[in-house]
């Protein structure tokens, strides 16, 4: 098995504090910033940051839907780490000071892909179509946080 990896970044335009803020809250902005590719969104317990527990379904194409059970813990440097319950998948969302008072903030995701020829596809297609689900999570990510 091969490690698969999707990285995707974006220019926020709100202060450090405010979008790691906004990525903690998983009871009410996480819901706001979540594509169409997410459902069934319930917090299972916590709901701000370290110790919240989050069930999703991540409908990475129509007939591949992934369910996941988050547990969301951080780092020293305060990174968010969200780890799947259900897979090896493992997301971090870091938030550094970018020009202007803005936000630099990477979404970095890996896990285990599958061998053989079914493993070959998934390292080629799955990355751009989760870096694409990405994209439009940063996008209403930044419409939330200057709205508020």
Known sequence: MAQVTVT??????AP???VRAALADYQTT?????????????????GQGVGTRVHWKLAATE???????VEVSETDSGVLV???????????WTVQPADGG????????????????GGFFE?????????????GVLS?????????
Do not use: C
């Not at 995707?8 to 335009?13: P, T, W």
């Open 123 to 135: 390292r080629t297609f799955a990355p751009p179509g989760l870096r694409r689900i990405y994209d």
């Open 16 to 18: 450090v504090e405010r």
């Open 30 to 46: 996480r819901p706001k910033i979540l594509t169409e590719h997410y459902s069934d969104y319930q917090v299972q317990s916590g």
């Open 140 to 148: 209403n990510l930044d419409s939330v946080v200057q709205s508020s």
């Open 102 to 117: 803005r936000s630099a903030v990477e979404v970095h995701t890996t896990w285990s892909g599958a061998g053989g020829i």
């Open 8 to 13: 995707a970044r974006r220019e926020i335009h």
């Open 82 to 92: 969200e780890s799947d319950q259900n897979s090896s998948m493992v997301t971090t």
């Open 63 to 69: 007939k591949r839907v992934r369910e996941q059970l």
